[in-house]
């Protein structure tokens, strides 16, 4: 793809653009500090000219050097040389570095909406998980969990500085990201673009700087078992879900198994840590000056609202007064002309959390036509849907194909009852909920372009004539929408 006449230019491209256009002055201190000789008596000499004409960075040092994380009750440190006295310098130094990173990220305002609230979500998620893995490495020495907790931040330093950047090219994928929920297609596009991959760049950068080994090792080998490329892992993971709007439950329960054992705790225990440390994260993130973040950190409270659901039994029920909202924004599409990516993910929040299903997706038609797949999924079983729902429409009587035909909504009360059975194939079978779901054609004009899908199947539920009528409803003033998107 052509972005102003020209070719996406590839990792080593981006990397030096970054290193010595965009973040020079960042690059250069990061290199200095680690570059600096553990114990040696210069290091403290050369941390000090670093740092010493930059009252801004010397106030958040010692703002962080005195805050709960780090200050165990100690007398308040007044000199970023005591702090490293009292606290050692490699810590002093990831400070340092972690300061001079969120500043230099978040120092470009003329960012587009769009482009800034994405590099504040992913800032905020790297935070919170580079606090996570310092929580799971809590029985293990200070060095290492300092090295954990600054490779997890910058874990996704090359998509975080790329959008830092701003300019037509990230405001560009910033569109076509938009309402993409699928990893691979999201890999595709960002290829497509920048002629690489996010992670790629990360570790162009790494190595460009010079950053730690356990960066590069948590890049290169994520599945390594070695502690603390494992805490990595699991706290990158679990910070990303707990981002998610609507979080998927098994994914969940998978990680806090994994960060439990780690740590030998049973998986409540885990949780009620990871909500302290999610306390803990607010305040260190006023420390650094970096409050911006706050509003997008993950929920760690979902952990324990999760178990309580499924404990309880308490799932999603119809919300009149959100599917009166989310319908009124369909209306107002309708009249302007929105995004179709923009009535997608709002007919699947109204569907979701209006009439109170589990899960619910766009499938969209492949250009040949024989093929569904999905493109926004929404709910609890979203990671099962975007993996198992490939539908093949190919045979005549393909209950799907049946949706796309004949261009109505249907309701399969029992996908094992005569009436279906026949209609759909073993693979299928074994993924649609046995408790009945909704279909619905997505059309743009006459012309149907995919179908829309939910369900009730991890609560045991199915549903009723109301429930139907109101499903029918949102996707048909989707339809309206999607049409007057298109026309001139």
């Not at 805050?67 to 000199?79: C, L, R």
């Not at 120092?107 to 790297?126: C, F």
């Not at 439950?249 to 998978?254: G, I, R, Y």
């Not at 997505?442 to 109101?470: H, P, Q, W």
Request: net charge negative; with cysteine; hydrophobic share 40%.
């Amino acid at each position: 793809m052509k972005i102003g006449g020209n070719e996406p230019k590839g990792a080593d491209y981006w990397t030096k653009r970054i290193s010595e256009q965009e973040m020079p002055a960042l690059c250069s201190t990061v290199k200095t500090l680690e570059k600096l000789a553990k114990d040696d008596v210069s290091s403290m000499a050369i941390l000090g000219r670093s740092v010493m004409h930059d009252n801004a960075l010397t106030s958040r040092i010692l703002r962080v050097a005195n805050s709960a994380t780090y200050n165990k009750g100690i007398s308040q440190v007044t000199t970023v040389s005591r702090a490293a006295v009292v606290l050692g310098f490699d810590t002093i130094r990831n400070i340092c570095i972690t300061a001079k990173l969120l500043a230099s990220l978040l120092e470009n305002k003329n960012l587009t909406p769009g482009v800034y609230q994405r590099l504040l979500k992913l800032m905020a998620r790297s935070f919170q998980a580079a606090m996570l893995a310092r929580m799971m490495l809590a029985g293990h020495d200070e060095e290492m969990q300092e090295e954990a907790f600054i490779a997890a931040l910058l874990y996704h330093l090359g998509e975080s500085a790329f959008w830092s950047m701003g300019g037509p090219l990230a405001n560009e994928l910033d569109k076509a990201l938009d309402g993409v929920d699928d990893h691979v297609a999201t890999l595709s596009l960002v290829r497509e673009h920048l002629g690489t991959s996010f992670g790629q760049l990360t570790q162009g950068i790494a190595r460009h700087w010079g950053l730690g080994e356990v960066l590069i090792k948590s890049l290169n080998n994520p599945d390594e078992r070695m502690p603390e490329i494992r805490a990595i892992f699991v706290a990158n993971k679990l910070a990303q879900e707990l981002s998610e709007p609507y979080p998927d439950l098994a994914e969940l329960e998978k990680r806090v198994k994994q960060g439990a054992e780690m740590m030998g705790l049973k998986p409540e225990e885990f949780k009620n840590r990871a909500i302290q440390c999610a306390n803990a994260t607010h305040k260190l993130a006023e420390a650094y000056g970096a409050k911006e973040l706050i509003e997008f950190l993950p929920q760690t409270e979902r952990l324990l609202e999760t178990q309580e659901s499924l404990n309880a039994g308490r799932w999603r029920e119809a919300d009149v007064s959100f599917q009166l909202r989310k319908l009124k924004e369909l209306t107002g599409f309708a009249i302007n002309k929105a995004d179709i990516n923009q009535v997608m993910q709002t007919t699947l929040e109204g569907i979701l959390q209006g009439v109170g299903v589990d899960s619910c997706a766009v499938l969209l038609l492949s250009p040949s036509r024989k093929m569904l797949q999905p493109r926004i999924v929404l709910g609890d079983n979203s990671e099962k849907i975007k993996r198992e729902f490939i539908v093949d429409i190919t045979e005549p009587t393909h209950l799907f194909r049946q949706a796309v035909e004949l261009k109505t909504p249907m309701w399969i009360d029992s996908p094992d009852s005569p009436r279906w059975r026949l209609q759909l194939d073993e693979q299928l079978k074994k993924s649609v909920s046995k408790q009945g779901f909704l279909l619905a054609p997505m059309m743009v004009d006459t012309k149907v372009i995919g179908v829309f899908y939910a369900d009730r199947g991890l609560s045991g539920r199915g549903f009723d004539e109301e429930e139907f009528d109101n499903f029918t409803h949102f996707t048909q003033l989707a339809n309206v929408c999607f049409s007057a998107s298109v026309r001139q």
